[in-house]
């Protein structure tokens, strides 16, 4: 084709001439053409400018000169511009030879009988001028190296001509064009060690190559030569090129018939291989240099764009300070052009001369120090005066030299507008803060003084300048430890408001305080309480001393009356008594005296408590009420004997837990719905193309456009939306399923396209080609997130209602042990004190009998009453309505009073009490009363369990501020399992022990509430059973010794008080009590008319006033509110104005507020010591 259009383009002068020059050279001139034929059949074409004529004819000699003088707008295939690459080529090419042929006409025709070196030096030389030429206008790396390879192959004849690329790894490598004649291309990518591994590393070591015949060199193994066989290589020269010591491109010239390489050859190849290489790395690097450029320019235009899209001001300065850029907002601002800014200096463009010279200097200074410079300054521009805040940025050049200054303003005038209002707020908020009566004081977050107000400088007998800029806790010793410091320190630490009302020991003061967070530390406001403190601590004193039982029982508690019909079947049940904690549980109000069907009540629950009347048989059960909207865990005992017909009830509201175990029920019902929901989700992981094809469903909900996914997806996009805690877990499952057959299977979380995180669960199995390759892997998902949640949910409930079932048992557990020991240890002291009073009634005793009964009865009855007195004060402790009054107290009195109480046990078991204490021990702050029962009930204790013959000492220590009393004793210690919980509540180490010993196992809980509320800590240590027992007490020390008395001045009173002449209405409905109190009241002198209930009392003032009336409160019909009230609304004349006592079993301190509210001057709670009684008229009618 190209020797057709030569001839056609050709002019016939030209072709002439040029048969001329290359006369005797046909073969040559053949050898030219074929070649160009077979180059322009693998390629498209070179690069370059060769569009033009004056550029394609370079070179040529004369033949190129008429060339270039011939008019080519004109041919027969169009003109040189509208030329096909391929032909363009061939021109050049063949002018090369043109012209080197020429050469050799000239300068050697006259010596055609030289010798033939100097021919082949000649070829070479023009092999050389060729390639060289052949190689200048080309810039594509691939063109070049498919150039040289034609250039060099036909210059050898040479079957194939190929460059390799070796690969960064260094094992592969790629062949981007071919030079061959006759035999098949090789392209694309190869391992260096398929070709053999000693020729490989020859490569490597930079040695070339030379294999005349493959067949027969000795460095190939079999299948070596079998490799290059098929590939047509029966010779060839490999030139590898070393560049930095690694291989990184090999030349390489391949016969295909065996052949005799010349060292002409060689060094032609290896010429050939170090300019082509030189050539593609040229071309490489002007690419990369093109590519740069035009980057440079991509950001300097995207630099424009931000500068001139921002509000600040961006510049540069070159080293003498004029501005080399200026962005478009500073230049608005100037109202100028850049063309009339840039190259000026700030005095240049107007500035003040001033601002101009600060500015200046420290460009210089930026310069010189190559540290940024920060300032502000004002400026005044069109707009108005305005404030900035600058920055001066020294830029380095690679040698780190100071190339240039960069520069950035900001405009500040709305922030020091706000900085200028805050100040003038700070102002006024001081104002306000001086002109408050409230003590105010501020710390930064270090603690120290930053600011207080006058009120406060008044509580603190402290100046400002004595106190700001000073720690709080270095001026404040006393804060430390003190209730005061934990509200500072949770206010500095988690930021939140608190308040509290604490003493504080150096001021002798109650201080109420209330503590903020401020931006850099706390605000204090607080003032002093004490007196209003002291007021509320003596109306403490005045309220109620005891409470009864079931006050203090969290669970629900009454005592109901079953009414039974004339066939002694149950009809119905009144509420007799309720607890307050009735309400809470059941719902229901003022529920004492109504029945169970005015309550409209079921009729399960009049059985079930009519059984329990009639049979007098405990039962536990748990039952629902659908009038109240609930579930109940229920406990009912009869309460006396069975005629009684009456019921205690102890339950507890259990809704919660039973809605839980209906949501466990529902939770069990949607998992197995989920479980049974089939899958939704499809995909087809197509294994050689590495894509996954997915359905509509599937890729919605990785946010894919469904049709993209319909034709396959790479798997990484949902690899990488699996969570990242399952993804290695579920890529080792498909990896497994892949290389086993297995069935693939796998529960996993992942990311949907929104964010959210949704459990699937995934089945397929791999299908494999004949040959046992993997072909494609199909299967579903489906979404599991319902059934996840319903198991987290289901397990969640199971462990809630367990641990609520489990809390209620040992609840239940606690309060049946708890009511079976108080029933046992109410109920013991009943026997000697019926006993006695049997056989006192019976008046068959001797004196000695009498006296000794009537000692029993009392000791009995006391034991009761301290029992009461327990119950009483642990319910105190759990409502935190147990009250201290605090004063200095002497520990040594403390302990001689404790240990006069038990005396008397002690010797009676023959037991020594030694006493080891520090007489100068200091005072501590507490009640003394309090104080002394702790150390009672330890001494009491002890004795109680040492033995006959032991021994128990008491030692009294003072060290770090604290004082330590150690009650030790000899008896039969504690069991270690048991010693973590001997302070607890109700708690008692084994039934033998409460059969032994007795109590309730409040003594030690009540120990350790005391000695807590006092500051202090109670331990108990023990070697074991029969090892002795320690308790050891440590109490704070009063920081400053106040002087007080060793033991309290008694009180004077007469040996009789007399009643002598006053005259006392009694009234109560218990004939017992109301004999027994119409005999004391008889034998201290007074006249006493005993009524039985509130209307016999309305009648008995009808016919006289008495001096004092003492009335029950709990009777019937009319009670002793309404009994006072009525005689409160009389006149003066007819009694109004009687002096009142009321004397009752209710102990609760709303009993005593309600008592004096309706008229009573005095409340007083049964049991009562007959001298309390006389001593409580006498003062009322003194």
């Known amino acids: 084709m190209e020797r057709e259009a030569l001839t056609i383009c050709f002019p016939p002068d030209l072709l002439a001439k040029a048969r001329k020059l290359k006369e005797g050279s046909e073969s040559f001139n053949d050898l030219i053409v074929k070649a160009l034929e077979r180059e322009m059949r693998h390629r498209q074409g070179w690069a370059g400018d060769r569009t033009k004529a004056e550029n394609l004819f370079v070179g040529g000699g004369e033949i190129g000169a008429l060339l270039r003088s011939h008019d080519w707008s004109q041919t027969p295939l169009g003109t040189v511009e509208t030329w096909s690459d391929s032909l363009k080529t061939a021109v050049q090419i063949l002018l090369t030879e043109l012209d080197r042929v020429q050469q050799l006409e000239s300068d050697l025709l006259p010596e055609r009988t030289s010798t033939d070196a100097l021919r082949q030096a000649a070829q070479a030389d023009a092999f050389r001028v ?58 694309g990518l190869y391992h260096l060690e398929d070709f053999g591994r000693n020729l490989t590393d020859d490569h490597r070591a930079g040695r070339t190559a030379i294999v005349p015949d493959v067949t027969n060199y000795s460095k190939y193994t079999a299948s070596e030569k079998a490799r290059y066989q098929t590939i047509d290589i029966a010779a060839h020269i490999d030139v590898p090129l070393i560049k930095n010591d690694q291989f990184v491109a090999l030349l390489a010239v391949h016969q295909a018939n065996p052949r005799q390489w010349t060292e002409d050859d060689v060094r032609l190849v290896e010429e050939t291989a170090a300019q082509t290489w030189a050539a593609v790395e040229r071309a490489r690097a002007e690419a990369a240099l093109r590519e740069n450029r035009t980057e440079l320019e991509r950001q300097l235009r995207k630099f424009d764009a931000i500068a ?13 300070g004029r501005f080399t850029y200026i962005s478009p907002a500073l230049l608005n601002l100037w109202q100028k052009t850049s063309d009339e800014a840039l190259g000026k200096n700030f005095f240049e463009l107007d500035y003040p001369t001033d601002l101009a010279t600060r500015l200046q200097q420290q460009i210089q200074q930026a310069i010189a120090t190559r540290q940024p410079i920060n300032d502000e300054t004002p400026y005044t521009s069109a707009i108005g005066t305005r404030a900035y805040e600058y920055i001066f940025v020294p830029l380095l050049g690679i040698n780190g030299a100071v190339e240039a200054v960069a520069g950035v303003t900001r405009d500040i005038t709305e922030r020091k507008k706000v900085e200028q209002a805050l100040r003038q707020s700070e102002e006024q908020t001081r104002n306000i803060l001086e002109s408050i009566a409230e003590a105010f004081f501020a710390l930064d977050e270090n603690w120290h003084f930053t600011y207080l107000n006058p ?53 002798d003061r109650w201080y109420e305080v209330r503590t903020y967070p401020a931006p850099n530390g706390i605000t204090v406001y607080f003032r002093n309480v004490t007196e209003q403190i002291q007021a509320e601590a003596a109306l403490r004193q005045s309220e109620e001393r005891y409470r009864t039982l079931f006050e203090s029982i969290d669970e629900g508690f009454c005592i109901v009356e079953v009414l039974l019909d004339e066939n002694d079947t149950p009809i119905d049940y009144r509420f007799l008594e309720i607890n307050p904690t009735f309400e809470q549980q059941t719902g229901i109000q003022q529920a004492v005296g109504k029945t169970a069907r005015q309550l409209n009540l079921e009729d399960h629950w009049i059985e079930i408590y009519g059984q329990v009347a009639l049979t007098g048989e405990s039962i536990r059960f748990e039952n629902s009420s659908k009038t109240l909207n609930r579930w109940f865990d229920v406990y009912a005992c009869c309460t006396d004997e069975p005629q009684a017909r009456k019921v205690a009830i102890v ?29 939704i989700y499809t995909w087809r992981w197509q294994i050689p193309e590495d894509r996954v094809i997915v359905n509509k469903a599937f890729a919605l909900l990785f946010g894919v456009d469904p049709e993209t996914a319909a034709t396959g997806l790479p798997i990484e996009l949902f690899v990488q939306a699996m969570h990242e805690e399952d993804c290695p877990r579920v890529v080792a499952a498909i990896n497994q399923a892949i290389e086993t057959g297995e069935e693939y299977t796998a529960e996993y979380r992942v990311y949907t396209a929104a964010g959210e995180e949704r459990w699937l669960a995934a089945r397929g199995r791999v299908e494999y080609a004949a040959d046992g390759r993997p072909l494609a892997f199909p299967g579903a998902l489906a979404d599991i997130t319902d059934r996840k949640q319903a198991e987290t949910e289901r397990e969640r409930l199971l462990t809630q209602e ?37 056989l006192l009634q019976n008046g068959k005793l001797s004196e000695a009998r009498r006296a000794e009964a009537l000692k029993t ?22 409502q935190g309505k147990l009250s201290l009054t605090a004063a200095p107290v002497s520990l040594t009195f403390v302990i001689s009073a404790a240990i006069e109480t038990v005396r008397l046990a002690a010797e009676a078991k023959n037991i020594a009490i030694a006493l080891d204490l520090d007489p100068e021990i200091a005072l501590i702050s507490g009640d003394v009363a309090r104080l002394q029962q702790v150390v009672w009930n330890l001494l009491t204790n002890a004795v109680k369990f040492t033995p006959n013959g032991g021994q128990v000492t008491i030692e009294l220590r003072q060290f770090d501020g604290l004082a330590q009393i150690q009650v030790i004793d000899t008896g039969k210690g504690i069991n270690p399992r048991f010693l973590p919980h001997v302070f607890e509540y109700f708690r008692q180490e084994d039934g033998s022990t409460t059969r032994k010993f007795g109590g309730l196992g409040l003594g030690l809980a009540i120990v350790r509430q005391i000695v807590e509320m006092h500051g202090g800590r109670v331990t108990a240590e023990s070697q074991g059973e029969n090892q002795g027992a320690t308790f050891i007490i440590q109490l704070p020390l009063m920081q400053q010794a106040t002087s007080i008395a060793s033991e309290p ?8 008080v007399p009643l002598d002449g006053v005259q006392i209405l009694l009234v109560d409905d218990e004939p017992d009590t109301r004999e027994f109190q119409a005999f004391v009241l008889s034998q201290s002198g007074a006249n006493v008319t005993a009524v039985a209930s509130g209307l016999e009392a309305l009648q008995a ?29 009389r006149s003066p004349n007819q009694g109004g104005n009687i002096r009142a006592i009321a004397l009752t079993a209710y102990a609760a301190e709303i009993d005593q507020k309600r008592a004096l509210q309706v008229g009573f001057q005095t409340h007083i709670t049964k049991p009562v010591e007959p001298e309390k009684l006389v001593r409580a008229i006498v003062s009322l009618v003194a």
């Open 857 to 878: 009865i009392e000791r009995n009855a006391n034991l009761q009453k301290q029992l009461i007195e327990d119950l009483l004060d642990i319910s105190r402790i759990m």
């Open 802 to 838: 367990q641990v609520a079932r489990e809390a209620a048992d040992r609840a239940n557990r606690i309060k049946d042990e708890f009511l079976a020991v108080l029933s046992h240890e109410l109920r013991s002291p009943l026997n000697p004190i019926l006993g006695w009073t049997r």
């Open 455 to 507: 009120s406060a400088e008044t509580l603190l007998d402290r100046t400002p300048d004595d106190l700001v800029g000073k720690n709080l806790w270095s001026e404040y010793l006393g804060l430390i430890g003190n209730e005061l410091a934990q509200v500072y320190l949770s206010t500095m630490r988690d930021r939140v408001a608190a308040s509290m009302t604490a003493f504080y020991p150096d001021h």
């Open 1049 to 1056: 001045i008694p009180t004077q009173t007469e040996a009789e």
């Open 130 to 187: 060729k390639l060289t030429n052949a190689l200048r206008p080309l810039t594509d790396a691939n063109e070049i190296q498919a150039i040289a390879a034609f250039v060099l192959g036909e210059s050898l004849g040479a079957s194939r001509v190929i460059y390799i690329e070796v690969l960064p790894d260094g094992k592969e490598v790629i062949v981007h064009k071919n030079y061959t004649n006759g035999i098949a291309e090789l392209n």
């Open 308 to 320: 001139a899209a921002i509000p600040d001001f961006i510049y540069t300065f070159d080293l003498a």
């Open 651 to 679: 339950f507890k509201d259990i809704s919660d837990r039973k809605q839980a175990e209906q949501d466990l029920r529902e939770a069990q019902v949607q998992l197995e719905s989920a479980l049974a929901a089939g899958a």
């Open 1101 to 1129: 003032l009808e016919q006289f006033t008495p001096d004092v009336l003492v009335s029950d409160i709990g009777m019937p019909e009319m009670d002793g509110y309404m009994l006072m009230q009525q005689i409160r609304s």
